[in-house]
C-alpha cells in the first residue's frame, strides 16, 4: 500500500517554487516521500504533468454514479454511488423536516 502523503500549504508552495530548478528524485528526497508517490502527488496537485498513463489520475465520470432505483420512487436518475435515494426524495425529507 502506499503511503498516504498529504503535503501542508508552505510545502507545496516549496514544490511550486523548486519545481524548475530541482529534480523530481532530490525533492522527493527532501520530502521524504518515493519519487513515484511524489509525481503522482504532482499531478493531483495539478502541479505537473507526465507523459505515460501510469500517472494520469483516474477521471472515469460514470464510476462514481449509478442509476440504482430510488428506495422511494423507483426513479432511475443518475446519482452519486451510495446514495440510494434521489435528490427530489432527499429535498421532499428535508420538507418535512
Ligand atoms: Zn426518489
Not at 523548486?18 to 518515493?34: G, H, P, R
Not at 442509476?67 to 426524495?89: A, L
Amino acid at each position: 500500500m502506499p503511503k498516504h502523503i498529504i503535503f501542508n500549504a508552505n510545502q507545496i508552495e516549496w514544490i511550486e517554487s523548486n519545481l524548475d530548478s530541482m529534480t523530481l528524485s532530490d525533492m522527493a528526497k527532501e520530502l521524504d516521500v518515493c519519487v513515484d508517490t511524489f509525481k503522482r502527488k504532482l499531478v493531483k496537485l495539478g502541479l505537473k504533468d507526465f507523459d505515460g498513463a501510469k500517472f494520469v489520475p483516474p477521471r472515469d465520470f460514470n464510476a462514481a454514479y449509478w442509476r440504482r432505483p430510488c428506495m422511494r420512487c423507483k426513479g432511475t436518475d443518475r446519482r452519486p454511488k451510495n446514495q440510494f435515494i434521489c435528490s427530489r426524495c432527499k429535498q421532499t425529507d428535508y420538507e418535512y423536516l
